[in-house]
């Protein structure tokens, strides 16, 4: 059974914590259906809290009302109906309306529920009414897939930003001599964290790499045109079409390419966190480059097969065919140049929706500062982080158990309790919590690292909004891992 006096306040408020809850239920029962949208009531709102779009259009809306004491009297009811009219005019397109409230209904408000609330809606406009009360919500967190939800809302632990910032703070005060805020520098590094943990820096750099890719996008219908401008005896005419019809398709590709990232910089700007949502980046990739690939063997072909020069030809000959050899390679030389641009940003992309990042480097080459700069700036945000340093790691415990005792976890918790719940406070936050774990090497049993890390990492894997991120020598990558494990970063140094 749930008690509401011990639902933990969101940003101080037991009502937002309350609209929280319903949202991450709803997301958790129909998130496969659609696009799940947040409403900023500080405006006024409209009749609900948040809002599922289907892929028909059809719209599904929430009101969440934090009814502890009391009954359904006529205030409360009012203001219902007013949530309700205010939804119908907002969403023309809402077929259901799912009223929340954390009370089971007496026979009287049921009925007004059925008949006097139903009846505000307007005749000819189908819109279904759903109750959320005590009982359901009782069975919802009852349920083992929403055990972290439970804990994160209701249970001991303190998962509020005041925690996470003294956390992190405690930290870094025992690195101080790693870590000067006032001389970091920006490294390559730091891009690739923002890219992993889908901070500011991440849209920046994919709008500027969009907009690259646009200008170079602009340059091919000209070439197109040359191309069909050049004529000569030379080059057949079923040839020419031919090489016209492969640099289309390859266009094609390159359109699809840029309608995917406009698609992810458009979720980003929406603070969408966009979890690990399938986008083909991929498989298009590699049409791009297959089909790069198969352009230019066609333009070697032609050159050979056609455009040879020979001793006969005249220097006017000779210098048409070469300007013709020209015109006809570069879109070859573009396509490349658009071919490494996208590659790269499509890594980037790739990195954001990893769990794990591993930062390799040697002895003071400013793996902890790095790493403690991003915490830090994660916390001034308003956004939720962990830093943990490996030295102090000092017995053979557990990596997980380890962890638990460093962040000062009540014991009744164990590691998968406190990932869940982590993991609530991640979508809560609509952020991906990253988890330092700085100084691998500086673990007193190297053996804790080499057998924990795999199951560690399996186990936040399963989650969409906690990752790690761990620095470790480049000397112990063996040591560890062997091989150097998939998504990792080398840093060079400050001064490179």
Excluded at 56 to 85: C, T
Aim: with cysteine; charged share 25%.
């Amino acid at each position: 059974m749930i008690d509401w006096s011990k639902l933990k306040p969101y940003d101080t408020d037991q009502k937002r914590s309350f609209e929280e809850l319903c949202y991450q239920i709803a997301r958790v029962k129909f998130d496969d259906k659609g696009i799940f949208t947040s409403v900023d009531d500080s405006g006024g709102g409209d009749g609900v809290e948040f809002y599922l779009t289907l892929p028909s259009g059809e719209e599904w809306g929430w009101q969440a009302k934090f009814y502890v004491g009391g009954r359904l009297v006529p205030g409360r009811k009012s203001s219902i109906i007013d949530s309700l009219k205010k939804s119908l005019v907002v969403h023309p397109n809402l077929n259901k309306w799912y009223l929340c409230i954390p009370m089971d209904l007496t026979v009287g408000e049921k009925k007004w529920f059925d008949t006097t609330l139903k009846n505000v809606i307007p005749e000819g406009v189908e819109v279904n009414l759903y109750f959320w009360g005590k009982s359901e919500f009782n069975h919802f967190l009852g349920t083992p897939k929403f055990a972290g939800r439970k804990n994160y809302f209701f249970g001991e632990l303190e998962l509020t930003l005041d925690w996470f910032n003294t956390q992190v703070s405690n930290q870094l005060s025992a690195i101080k001599g790693k870590y000067n805020p006032v001389v970091h520098t920006q490294t390559e590094v730091d891009l690739e964290i923002d890219s992993f943990l889908l901070n500011e820096g991440y849209r920046r750099h994919l709008m500027a790499q969009h907009q690259l890719l646009s200008a170079l996008f602009k340059k091919i219908e000209p070439m197109l045109s040359e191309i069909q401008k050049k004529e000569t005896s030379h080059l057949p005419p079923m040839i020419k079409k031919d090489y016209l019809k492969h640099i289309q398709n390859t266009v094609d590709v390159c359109s699809s390419l840029l309608s995917l990232f406009e698609e992810e910089i458009s979720f980003i700007e929406k603070d969408r966190y966009p979890g690990n949502r399938p986008l083909p980046f991929e498989e298009v990739l590699k049409r791009l480059y297959s089909f790069t690939s198969e352009l230019r063997e066609k333009n070697y072909s032609i050159n050979i097969d056609y455009l040879s020069i020979t001793e006969e030809m005249d220097d006017l000959e000779s210098y048409n065919i070469k300007s013709i050899r020209s015109t006809l390679w570069e879109p070859n030389e573009l396509f490349e140049e658009m071919y490494y641009v996208f590659k790269e940003t499509v890594d980037k992309v790739l990195r954001s929706r990893s769990n794990n990042l591993y930062i390799f480097g040697d002895a003071g080459y400013g793996k902890t500062h790095v790493t403690a700069h991003i915490a830090k700036e994660t916390i001034d945000k308003g956004l939720p982080a962990i830093f943990i340093s490996g030295k102090n790691m000092v017995d053979n415990r557990l990596l997980s158990e380890h962890l638990l005792a460093n962040l000062d976890i009540p014991r009744n918790y164990s590691w998968s309790d406190f990932l869940k719940a982590l993991d609530v406070s991640g979508k809560a936050f609509r952020t991906k919590i990253p988890i330092f774990i700085d100084g691998l090497n500086e673990v007193r049993d190297i053996n804790i690292v080499r057998n924990g890390l795999p199951g560690l990492i399996e186990e936040i894997s399963s989650f969409d909004n906690i990752c790690l991120i761990t620095t470790c020598r480049n000397t112990y990558i063996k040591p560890i891992f062997e091989n150097a494990p998939p998504h990792s970063v080398y840093l060079e140094g400050f001064f490179k």
